[in-house]
């Protein structure tokens, strides 16, 4: 009996060092998460970020968060941080970044429903087991740079075979309808930046003292495992047919480039790129495409009056905006696609045109 009842307390002990664990790494705010040297930065970052007024445990969950995977990631960092086996910098793993989804909708329900419903929540499901592109094209590591940056391995270990014959499957089931671009890909709370509180002043302020863009915007590097502010990202420098093409100053444009990219000759269009040519040069990818949800429905109506310089309705005219099978694309659309002999004179518009 006292064998037993020694086992049993054994027992005890050991499932409660688990939520003690992560009370004792969670209780106490940000002060007490400092105290570790892993956590020191980004408690630093934090108190200066734009969700500094935000505690701690509405992002991160706290000691009485209901999912047990969380405890246990707690209590499995305090044994590392005794040990000595702490990284320099805590990360956060891949079911951390899937947990925070829901907390960010919390606040930013008009951002989350966007994205929701648009082509970047797509999941791992979608990217990974389409058999059009796994026929054709062998899957490897440098899917994940932009289709699943933050999975915790390689490609070998998210899907099976790595061969152009099928079927397909994810080793991770949990993966399947899980977002492969969730909003960590683009964003980086802990960024320096007025917090969302302040920004309600900005009206008040005269438009070139106004932000260009949210601090928060940073692309997640996978091979660093850091997030990249926009600042610090390039604008390719385009050409085509060997001219130099305008580009937009719009440094948000710098965060679709990171996948959105051409191949090494820097060609418009060439590789994954969508960069502006023809009549449409020079004009940013956000001028267009919605943020979150990339829709481009009211592009045409926010520059173009209801005619174009030809007297047509823009948005009728034979380009991809009406109709995805054109073949002029509206990316690059010229003039002289559809006028080959030579652009008419600018036509005045005419009052009754305008009825």
Not at 179 to 200: F, K
Request: charged share 25%; hydrophobic share 35%.
């Amino acid at each position: 009996m006292k064998a037993a009842a020694a086992a049993l307390a054994a027992g005890l002990a050991v499932l409660l060092m688990i939520p003690a664990a992560s009370f004792f790494y969670e209780a106490g705010g940000p002060e007490a998460c400092a105290r570790c040297h892993e956590m020191g930065a980004p408690v630093g970052e934090w108190r200066h970020s734009t969700h500094r007024g935000v505690p701690c445990s509405a992002c991160h969950g706290d000691a009485l968060t209901a999912d047990p995977r969380f405890h246990l990631t707690n209590a499995r960092r305090v044994v590392e941080h005794w040990r000595g086996e702490a990284g320099a910098r805590g990360q956060l793993g891949p079911a951390e970044i899937r947990a925070m989804l829901p907390r960010c909708q919390k606040c930013h329900q008009q951002e989350f429903a966007s994205w929701s419903s648009g082509p970047h929540a797509i999941a791992y499901r979608s990217i990974f087991l389409d058999e059009k592109h796994n026929s054709s094209r062998h899957l490897m590591d440098d899917c994940l740079r932009c289709h699943g940056m933050h999975f915790d391995g390689g490609i070998r270990d998210l899907v099976e075979p790595l061969s152009t014959k099928g079927p397909w499957r994810l080793r991770r089931a949990e993966l399947m309808e899980a977002p492969a671009i969730p909003c960590m890909t683009c964003h980086s709370i802990h960024r320096r930046g007025a917090r969302h509180e302040d920004r309600r002043l900005e009206a008040k302020v005269s438009g070139p003292r106004q932000e260009k863009f949210r601090p928060s915007l940073a692309f997640f590097d996978r091979r660093s495992m850091a997030p990249v502010e926009v600042a610090l990202l390039p604008l390719p420098d385009m050409r085509e047919k060997g001219r130099p093409v305008k580009m937009s100053p719009d440094p948000r444009q710098a965060l679709c480039y990171q996948c959105h990219a051409p191949l090494s000759t820097r060609e418009v269009f060439s590789g994954d790129d969508r960069t502006p040519a023809g009549v449409h040069e020079g004009i940013s990818c956000l001028a267009c495409h919605d943020r979150h949800r990339q829709t481009t429905r009211a592009s045409c109506a926010n520059c173009h009056p209801r005619l174009s310089n030809c007297g047509l309705d823009v948005e009728k005219m034979d380009t991809t905006f009406a109709n995805k099978n054109s073949r002029h694309n509206i990316h690059t659309v010229k003039c002289a696609d559809c006028h080959p002999k030579g652009v008419p004179a600018r036509r005045p518009r005419m009052a009754e045109n305008l009825d």
